[in-house]
C-alpha cells in the first residue's frame, strides 16, 4: 500500500442522493449526516410504497474486545420484522458466556434510525430484553446499553453491558454508497473501528472492565435485493505497541467498479483495501478461515471460538445467518511495513438470506 492510495478516499457527501435523485456512488471517509433513501428517485429507487417496505432493510451491529472479552449486540430491521441479538464470548475461557436472539415488529419497540454517526439511535425492547446503540447530535461517543433478564438468557446469570466508544480521538468513519445487483437499488454502509472502549460487562456470572478496549460499530441501510448473500470480517484490537486497529471485509456485498468497503483502521488514518477473499468450511464453520485482500495488505487466519446462528425457514423468508467469533492472527502490511496480529479479537460471517 503506498501513500497515494490513502488519498483515494475523498470525504463523505452531504446526502446520498444528488437534488436530481442519483445516488453518489463510491467510497468515502468520514460521516454522512443522514441516509436519506427517499430522495433517490428514477430507476434508484422502488416505485410503490410497498416495494419500499419491502425492500428496505437497516440495521446497526457494535462491537467491543479486551484481552479478556468479547461483546458484541445488533438490531435490525428488515421492514416488516425485527430482531436484535447480543453474544459475549470468554477469550480466556475460549467459551461462550451468553448468546440470545429476539424476533420482534419494527416500530416503536425496535427501531434503526436514518442517522449513521452523530444523532444515530437504534435500539430494541421486549419483555425481559433491551439493547441500545445511541450517540447525541453534539456528542463524540457512542453510548451503548444491554440488559437481559435471567429468563431470558436461559440461565442463571443475566448480560448487562453499559459502555462507551470514543469516536474523538480515532480514525474518520468509512462511508460507502453502493449499486445494488439484481432486483435491489443501492445501499449506503457506515463501519467505524479502532475505536476506545469503556464500561463494564456482566455475563455468565462475570464481570468485566472495558476501559482500555477497542470496538466498532457497522450502520447499514438500503434497498436490498431479496435474495443477498456475503462472507465478513470485523476485528478491534491493539497492535503490539498498543495503537488501536480495526479492520473491516466483505465479499460479495457493496463490491462494483467504483465501490469497495474494505479498510483498515490503523491508530489515527484509515486505509482503502483491495478486494478480499474468504476461504472457509461452510459444512463445519468452526474449522480456521483464511482471509486475505488482492494487494497483498491483509493475510490471516481466523480460529472461531463459538458461532452464533440465526436459521429461519418461513417459506417466503428464508435466513442463513452464522456469526462466528473468535481470534485472527497473521500479517499486514502497510507503507513496508509488516505488523504481526497474534489472538486480535474479532468476528466473520457468513450470510445468504431470502428477504
Known amino acids: 500500500?503506498?501513500?497515494?492510495?490513502?488519498?483515494?478516499?475523498?470525504?463523505?457527501?452531504?446526502?446520498v442522493a444528488t437534488a436530481s435523485g442519483e445516488p453518489r456512488f463510491g467510497t468515502y471517509q468520514g460521516e454522512l449526516p443522514e441516509v436519506d433513501l427517499q430522495k433517490l428517485s428514477g430507476p434508484w429507487a422502488p416505485a410503490a410504497a410497498r416495494a419500499r417496505l419491502l425492500k428496505r432493510k437497516r440495521w446497526h451491529y457494535t462491537l467491543a474486545t479486551t484481552r479478556?472479552?468479547?461483546?458484541?449486540?445488533?438490531?435490525?430491521?428488515?421492514?416488516?420484522?425485527?430482531?436484535a441479538f447480543a453474544v459475549a464470548v470468554d477469550l480466556k475461557e475460549r467459551k461462550a458466556l451468553?448468546?440470545?436472539?429476539?424476533?420482534?415488529?419494527?416500530?416503536?419497540?425496535?427501531?434503526?434510525?436514518?442517522?449513521?454517526?452523530?444523532?444515530?439511535?437504534?435500539?430494541f425492547r421486549t419483555l425481559g430484553g433491551?439493547?441500545?446503540?445511541?450517540?447525541?447530535?453534539?456528542?463524540?461517543?457512542?453510548?451503548?446499553?444491554v440488559d437481559v433478564s435471567r429468563l431470558r438468557t436461559g440461565s442463571l446469570q443475566s448480560f448487562l453491558w453499559n459502555g462507551e466508544l470514543m469516536v474523538a480521538g480515532g480514525a474518520p468513519?468509512?462511508?460507502?454508497?453502493?449499486?445494488?445487483?439484481?432486483?435491489?437499488?443501492?445501499?449506503?454502509?457506515?463501519k467505524r473501528a479502532g475505536m476506545l472502549a469503556s464500561g463494564t460487562l456482566e455475563a455468565g456470572g462475570k464481570r468485566f472492565q472495558l476501559d482500555g478496549?477497542?470496538?466498532?460499530?457497522?450502520?447499514?441501510q438500503g434497498y436490498l435485493a431479496r435474495h443477498t448473500a456475503w462472507r465478513w470480517a470485523f476485528l478491534a484490537g491493539r497492535l503490539a505497541d498498543g495503537t488501536p486497529v480495526g479492520l473491516n471485509?466483505?465479499?460479495?456485498f457493496n463490491e462494483s467498479a467504483r465501490v469497495n468497503e474494505n479498510a483498515l483502521w490503523l491508530g489515527e488514518r484509515?486505509?482503502?483495501?483491495?478486494?478480499?477473499?474468504?476461504?472457509?468450511?461452510?459444512?463445519?464453520l468452526m474449522r480456521p478461515w483464511r482471509v486475505r485482500t488482492d494487494d497483498r495488505v491483509v493475510d490471516l487466519s481466523f480460529q472461531p471460538l463459538h458461532v452464533h446462528r440465526e436459521d429461519h425457514d418461513f417459506k417466503l423468508v428464508v435466513s442463513h445467518f452464522a456469526q462466528p467469533v473468535g481470534l485472527f492472527e497473521g500479517t499486514l502490511r502497510v507503507d513496508g511495513r509488516t505488523y504481526t496480529l497474534s489472538d486480535m479479537p474479532g468476528v466473520t460471517e457468513d450470510q445468504d438470506m431470502l428477504w
Not at 1 to 15: C, G, H, N, V
Not at 68 to 73: D, Q
Not at 249 to 252: D, I, P, Y
Open 68 to 83: 479478556e472479552v468479547v461483546a458484541l449486540f445488533a438490531v435490525v430491521d428488515v421492514g416488516y420484522s425485527a430482531n
Open 130 to 145: 433491551r439493547m441500545s446503540a445511541t450517540r447525541g447530535p453534539e456528542d463524540e461517543r457512542y453510548r451503548l446499553q
Open 98 to 123: 451468553c448468546d440470545v436472539s429476539f424476533l420482534g415488529a419494527p416500530g416503536p419497540l425496535a427501531e434503526v434510525g436514518n442517522k449513521p454517526g452523530a444523532g444515530l439511535a437504534a435500539s
Open 213 to 220: 478496549g477497542v470496538g466498532g460499530t457497522d450502520y447499514t
Open 173 to 190: 468513519a468509512l462511508t460507502v454508497i453502493a449499486p445494488v445487483g439484481g432486483d435491489g437499488f443501492v445501499n449506503v454502509t457506515q
Open 270 to 284: 484509515i486505509l482503502p483495501l483491495g478486494r478480499a477473499t474468504f476461504e472457509y468450511d461452510r459444512e463445519n
Open 249 to 252: 471485509l466483505v465479499e460479495g
Open 1 to 15: 500500500m503506498t501513500p497515494e492510495r490513502e488519498l483515494t478516499l475523498l470525504p463523505a457527501p452531504a446526502s
